[in-house]
């Protein structure tokens, strides 16, 4: 997968299976989270376990965003990311 798609299917999981601030399906700010989707793009380049994904994304929630971590919604999108690293080897 190229880096370009890579990115987009990161975004689109962000949007979809993620959002933790509820901005799915406003256009004007889906870049959002993109701040974020390089560490996820390393961590997918290490083979990192969908655990790890999940405790990143649980990490933002709570640290940079200060909302109360939906692990579930985390668990849920990083296995998404995690499936889509390992389609792509």
């Known amino acids: 997968m190229c880096e370009k798609s890579r ?7 962000f949007l979809a299976e993620w959002d ?3 901005i799915s399906g406003e256009r004007a ?3 959002e989270y993109d701040a974020y ?3 996820i ?3 997918l380049a290490n083979r990192s376990p969908a655990s790890k994904i999940a ?6 929630e709570a ?10 919604r ?16």
């Open 74 to 89: 985390a668990e849920c999108a990083a296995e998404s990311l995690w499936s889509m690293g390992r389609n792509s080897r």
């Open 37 to 39: 989707a390089r560490t």
């Open 29 to 31: 700010v889906e870049d």
């Open 20 to 22: 933790p601030i509820g």
């Open 7 to 13: 990115f987009a299917e990161i975004r689109r999981v």
């Open 63 to 72: 640290g940079s965003m200060g909302l109360v971590a939906g692990h579930g």
């Open 55 to 60: 405790d990143y994304l649980v990490k933002i």
């Open 41 to 43: 793009e390393t961590l």
